[in-house]
């Protein structure tokens, strides 16, 4: 299990971070919520050790993983996708995923790049593939698979379907929900309520750096507090 206890992370003046506290259960997904500037790439970061901590603590099974440099973080077992997509473009399929095992010091196999592409939802893909020269979802899907391919008990997923279409959106629930089901502990920054509903077991709602409601995504829809400060005042509808 991976747990932030009372979080907290500064940038300057600002509190990007405040007393946040969450876990990630293995098998389970939770969804992160919130509006722009709310604090939840953030939340990424200081767990995968790309954000110094000014308080609190992240602890993966009990062990401390604050204060520990990415590499580190990464090969304990936690793996991330990024808002904008972050592949290696100039390298193929199989280099990206090369880079995503990387951590594990150790070759990775054909058998086993046909698997994560897989898993990602991909498989229709080639290895020898260029990345940039994929269509954008997957691209985005390649990106996944990266993150598998550190063999992770820890998936943090930073707005996955931002740039899919319905459909695509659609089909990566399945692709979540079979992710979580191998035994992953899942976090899914989204801002598509109809991905979160289908896709998260929990939810957890940032405001300004703080947990403003947490429960499950029903409870979570019809709460008023979310609904005043985000829900109600975008695009998206609690209905
Ligand atoms: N490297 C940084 N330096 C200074 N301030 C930062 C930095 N990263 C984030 N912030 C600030 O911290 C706050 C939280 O930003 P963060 O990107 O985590 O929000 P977010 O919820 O992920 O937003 P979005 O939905 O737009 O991605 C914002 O006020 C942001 O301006």
Redesign the pocket.
């Known amino acids: 299990m991976l747990a932030l206890d009372r979080v907290g992370v500064r ?2 003046g ?1 509190n ?1 971070l405040r007393d946040v506290s969450l876990e990630l259960q293995p098998g389970s997904v939770l969804g992160l919520i ?10 990424v970061n200081a767990t995968t050790g790309l954000a110094p901590l000014a308080s609190g603590t992240v602890t993966l099974d009990g062990a401390r993983l604050d204060g520990l440099p990415p590499h580190r973080i990464a090969r304990a077992g936690i793996a991330r996708t990024y ?1 904008n997509i972050r592949l290696f473009g100039a390298l193929d399929v199989r280099g990206n995923l090369a880079a995503g095992a990387f951590s594990r010091r150790e070759r990775l196999a054909d058998n086993e790049i046909a698997t994560l592409l897989e898993r990602a939802g991909i498989a229709h893909v080639a290895p020898t593939a260029q990345a940039r020269s994929l269509p954008y979802g997957d691209q985005r899907r390649l990106e996944i698979a990266r993150a598998l391919a550190a063999r992770p008990n820890v998936v943090m997923l930073d707005e996955p379907a931002a740039g899919m279409n319905p459909s695509e959106t659609g089909r990566l629930v399945d692709t979540i929900r079979a992710i979580a089901a191998s035994g992953v502990a899942m976090l899914l ?1 989204e ?1 598509d309520m109809t991905l979160v509903r289908a896709a998260c077991d929990r939810v957890v709602v ?1 405001n300004f ?1 703080q947990v403003i409601a947490r429960g499950t995504p029903a409870e979570i829809a019809r709460d008023p507090v979310v609904v005043e400060a985000y829900l109600g005042t975008g695009a998206e509808s609690p209905a």
Do not use: D, E, F
């Not at 919130?34 to 939340?43: C, E, H, M, S, V």
């Open positions: 940038y300057g600002v990007a919130g509006p722009n500037g709310a604090g939840k790439t953030t939340l808002q920054i801002h940032l750096g």
